[in-house]
């Protein structure tokens, strides 16, 4: 019902950056959340960034300062896309990014969880 691409991905040195964008199409009513997750070989999944339709943003402690999903996104979430700004990359980030979503689908009777197929960031000299 909900379709999630992201983009951006990619190798990377230390200390570098990247943009990753993640775009909603299909029978979209709202999207309440939308964010970011990663997993790294051998770990679990986990939230790193996201935003609220209202634009509330949170993000864990392991990318606090460094990671930002930019300031216009309030708006654009609500839209159906979501970007996220990785500053000052560490070899630790090296994982599969996903991008998910949580809203109510057309005629606002149920709701959708989707999640994109993830997009790979390698950080490595």
């Known amino acids: 019902q909900v379709q999630l691409v992201e983009s951006g991905g990619g190798l990377v040195q230390p200390g570098g950056s990247l943009r990753l964008s993640c775009a909603a199409s299909?029978?979209?009513?709202?999207?309440?959340?939308m964010g970011w997750y990663r997993q790294a070989p051998g770990k679990e999944r986990e939230l790193i960034a996201d935003?609220?339709?209202?634009?509330?943003?949170?993000?864990?402690?392991s990318v606090k300062g460094r990671f930002t999903i930019p300031r216009d996104n309030a708006r654009d979430s609500a839209k159906g896309t979501v970007n996220l700004q990785m500053n000052s990359l560490r070899p630790e980030d090296t994982a599969v990014y996903y991008c998910?979503?949580?809203?109510?689908?057309?005629?606002?009777?149920?709701?959708?969880?989707?999640w994109g197929k993830g997009t790979q960031v390698n950080v490595t000299s």
């Open positions: 998910h979503a949580t809203g109510l689908v057309e005629g606002g009777l149920s709701g959708y969880d989707s």
């Open positions: 299909g029978r979209i009513s709202s999207i309440l959340v």
């Open positions: 935003i609220t339709s209202g634009g509330t943003r949170r993000y864990s402690d």
